[in-house]
């Protein structure tokens, strides 16, 4: 499996971004649940929205009305549209395969990508 995420960079309070990123080997993408995750500095995992094989999005509190998780089977790519950023959604974000897990109350995207840098900032 491999994940390969873009599109991070810097913005301005109220700014828009859209990762993407590139799913390929040994899954099917199209079947697949999917997830966005975050890290922020000196902080874990933070769970940010799953794609379910049945097509349904859930989002955290933390940006459900803001972010949007799509996908697009036929290009085996999946995309996070971030609006009205942030200070606090400055992390590094990940793609991931499934839906991760909760272990001691602590969040594991699982198997994910390199991650791409969001900051928000004035």
């Known amino acids: 499996v491999q994940l390969v995420e873009s599109g991070g960079g810097m913005v301005q309070p109220g700014g828009s971004l859209t990762l993407s990123c590139a799913a390929s080997g040994g899954f099917t993408f199209s079947s697949a649940t999917m997830s966005w995750a975050r890290q922020a500095p000196g902080k874990k995992f933070e769970w940010v929205s799953t794609f379910w094989d049945d097509g349904s999005a859930f989002y955290s509190s933390a940006v459900k009305g803001r972010f949007t998780f799509s996908k697009d089977n036929a290009e085996n790519m999946m995309y996070l549209q971030m609006t009205n950023l942030q200070p606090e959604d400055t992390a590094v974000y990940y793609c991931?395969?499934?839906?991760?897990?909760?272990?001691?109350?602590?969040?594991?995207?699982?198997?994910r990508g390199q991650g791409t840098q969001v900051t928000v900032s004035s």
């Open positions: 991931a395969v499934g839906p991760g897990i909760y272990s001691g109350g602590d969040y594991d995207p699982g198997t």
